[in-house]
C-alpha cells in the first residue's frame, strides 16, 4: 500500500508525529492460521479429557468454581401468571386517583392553593410594641428586685447609724446637764446620769433636740420609723456595756463607772 502524496501533505499538517510513524501492521498471523484453527480446537479438546464440568470449570478458574451455582435471587410463585392483572390493576389505580383529582368539590380546590400557615391580621405591625412590652416588664422586675435589696442594704445602715444617734444623745446629754456636779455616792454609773436625765424638763429637752443636728436627724428617723422600746433593745443587742462605755469615753472624755 503506498501512500498518496496529497494524504501525506495534509496529515503532515495536523500532526507531524503521527505522519512520520510506519504503516505496517504491529501485528500479524501466521500463514494458514485460521485455516487449521479448527483441527487445533479439536486436538486440544481430545488431549484434556475431564470427567466431569466441574473439573473442567476447577482447571479453568477455581474461583468461578467456588461460587455457587443457586439463584440470588428469586421470584414468588405464579408471579408471571398475575403480573398481567396487577399491571392493569395499578394502571385502573392511576387512573381513578386523576379523575378525583379532577372532579374535585369546590371546597378541595380552594384548598390546593391555600396556605398551611398563616399569621394573625397586623401581627407584624403590632409585633415591636410587643417586644418592647416584655422588655419594659423585665426591666420592671428587675428594678423591683434591686429595690428589694437595696431596701434591706439601708435598714441595716439606719438601725446602726440610729443607734450611734441614741447613744451619742443619751451620753451627751448626760455630759452637758452634769457637767462637773459631784456624783452622789449612791448614785453611780449609769445611774447617775439615768437620775439627772429624769430632773430635766421635756422644754428643755426639745429644746436641745432642736439647737443640734444630730438631735433634728434623730427626731426625723424616730418620727418616720416610730422606734419602740424593743426596737432600740433589738439594734443594740449586739452591743456590750464595755463597747458603750468606751464610745462614751472617746466622745465626751468622761469614764462611768459602775459596780
Known sequence: MTRDRYILNELFEISP????????MPYE?????????PEIIMEMIANEQYESVSGELQSLSPLLSGISRTTPYEVSQDYFN???TNVLAGANAID????ELENLPSFLEDLKHKQTYSTPEGY??????????????EQVATQQEAKVVKGNFSNNIFKYAAAAAIIGFVFIAGWLFLGNKQVAPGNTGIAAI???????????????????????SLALYTDSTQLADDDVKY???????????????????????TN
Do not use: R, W
Open 17 to 24: 508525529v503521527v505522519t512520520n510513524i510506519s504503516h505496517q
Open 29 to 37: 498471523v501466521p500463514a494458514g492460521y485460521f485455516d487449521k484453527l
Open 82 to 84: 398475575d403480573l398481567s
Open 96 to 99: 381513578f386517583v386523576n379523575n
Open 124 to 137: 407584624f405591625e403590632a409585633l415591636p410594641g410587643a417586644i418592647f412590652k416584655e422588655l419594659k416588664i
Open 194 to 216: 439615768e437620775t439627772e436625765v429624769k430632773a430635766v424638763s421635756d422644754s428643755d429637752l426639745n429644746n436641745f433636740v432642736e439647737k443640734n443636728t444630730l438631735g433634728g
Open 235 to 257: 439594734m443594740l443587742a449586739d452591743v456590750s456595756d464595755a463597747d458603750l462605755q468606751q464610745y462614751l469615753y472617746e466622745q465626751t472624755g468622761t469614764k462611768v463607772i
